[in-house]
């Protein structure tokens, strides 16, 4: 059975970046400066909370079950977010950097040579993912102080100094030369994830300051240190920290709605996320590559509905046909 607060949860994220990602390419982000705010907001939380996403539900569909089991379902998750990577870093190279068809571009891309734009994330899911394989045993005999153990460590790689790295190597640590989502570091959110799904967590005052704290350092940071938004790549503490007030928000606001028969939608999204971020972006890459659009925060919007009600209209079809076999099947 689905944990729908989760799926309402990811929902959440998925809108925003989609939306987020309209706006970069479609929007003059330097002129329209709310935009790039809300852009910027969207950015510090939404691959925060995949990762939360992902640790709330490892624990339940995962770390409950024998090894064999686990295994084979998170192997295929695996294919699955590296097959999406594939397909979106195919399209960023093909409609965007307009790539001839060469087979030293196609291999630097398979062999993971090279991280293609807007696309970077969905490694960093499936690595996230391996991660839970490689830390399997640790997790079955885990108790808390093991969880705030690996917490530390995620916390102490992030200050480690940044240097310039091979994409294998930032995949997993972070560094200099692409827009790398660090796995180890972000997995602070998925031990937050476990820890919630294991507690069965709700409102928690704990919770909340030390959500409250982490945000707060971030805004300190924001203000009198970096003097603007901290550093996302690569990635500095400030940054890694300061989503966890708002998806503590969004966490407890999904429990709410989660149930709510008006915001099913949210929760199908959710449910479909993968599917949402990875249409979009072919979308996206290809709408970039023809001269069918303007640059405007309006075209932007405009393009982010569309592109809402397209992917779910190709949804409703697939449901559909899913339905009419079943009834088929009956007969």
């Given amino acids: 059975m689905r944990d729908r607060r989760i799926d309402c ?81 195919f399209a960023f190279i093909i409609f965007i950097e307009n790539t001839p068809f060469r087979k030293d571009k196609i291999l630097e891309i398979l062999l993971l040579k090279r991280l293609a734009g807007w696309s970077e994330f969905l490694i960093s899911f499936a690595g996230v993912m391996l991660m839970i394989l490689l830390l399997w045993k640790l997790f079955k005999q885990s108790n808390n102080k093991f969880l705030i153990l690996i917490a530390g460590a995620c916390i102490l790689v992030c200050l480690l100094p940044h240097k310039e790295v091979k994409p294998i190597v930032g995949i997993f640590l972070g560094g200099h030369g692409s827009a790398y989502f660090p796995v180890i ?5 998925f031990i937050i994830g476990v820890y919630f799904a294991k507690k069965e967590l709700n409102f928690n005052l704990y919770a909340l300051l030390v959500a409250i704290v982490a945000s707060a350092y971030t805004l300190f940071d924001a203000v009198f240190l970096s003097k603007g938004w901290p550093s996302r790549f690569p990635l500095s503490l400030a940054w890694l920290l300061g989503a966890m007030l708002f998806l503590y928000g969004y966490y407890l606001l999904s429990g709410l709605l989660g149930e709510n028969k008006y915001f099913s939608w949210l929760c199908d999204i959710g449910k479909y996320s993968l599917y949402y971020l990875l249409f979009s972006n072919i979308i996206i890459f290809a709408l970039k590559h023809s001269r069918f659009y303007v640059i405007s925060s309006r075209y932007s919007l405009g393009l982010f509905i569309v592109i809402m009600a397209i992917l779910w209209y190709m949804i409703a079809l697939v449901k559909g046909k899913r339905k009419d076999k079943v009834s088929l099947s009956s007969h």
Avoid at 185 to 189: E, G, K
Wanted: glycine residues 4%; aromatic residues 24%.
């Fill in 9 to 89: 949860f990811k929902g959440f994220l998925t809108v925003q970046m989609v939306l987020a990602h309209c706006f970069q390419f479609f929007c003059n982000l330097d002129a329209e400066k709310g935009w790039k705010f809300l852009t910027e907001y969207i950015n510090l939380t939404t691959f925060s909370g995949f990762v939360f996403a992902f640790g709330y539900v490892s624990y339940i569909a995962y770390l409950q079950k024998d090894f064999s089991t686990a295994l084979k379902r998170i192997s295929k998750n695996i294919v699955r977010l590296i097959l999406a990577f594939y397909i979106s870093s």
């Fill in 185 to 189: 570091p972000y997995y602070l959110y």
